[in-house]
């Protein structure tokens, strides 16, 4: 009588398999970072995530306000300057006054 072969086990998925760790947490993007936090079990580091988030957006717009503001005040700065320029020439070309 023949035995039976062994079974062999069905592999496991990739993703099923812990991966070591090839980034520091200092190396990991920000990105990744909050996908892992918004995939873990634990609902505190869940809620680190999102308000992680939300900080990053926060941050976000004050950096973009920020540069708004700074190209404002540099083309207002040019403009008076032109201004400036401008009624000095005016001031050259205007007759003179008796």
């Known amino acids: 009588m023949a035995t039976a072969p062994a079974a062999i086990p069905a592999p496991t998925p990739l993703a099923a398999v812990p991966q070591p ?3 520091s947490p200092e190396q990991l993007p920000v990105g990744k970072l909050l996908a892992w936090g918004d995939q873990h079990d634990d609902p505190a580091v ?19 306000a920020d540069r708004e503001l700074a190209a404002i005040t540099n083309e207002a700065e040019q403009l008076e300057k032109r201004l400036a ?3 000095a020439r005016e001031q050259e ?6």
């Open 93 to 98: 070309l205007a007759p003179a006054k008796p």
């Open 21 to 23: 760790a090839t980034e």
């Open 85 to 87: 320029e401008l009624r």
């Open 46 to 64: 869940q809620d680190q995530a999102a308000r992680a988030r939300a900080a990053l957006a926060g941050l976000r717009q004050r950096y973009a």
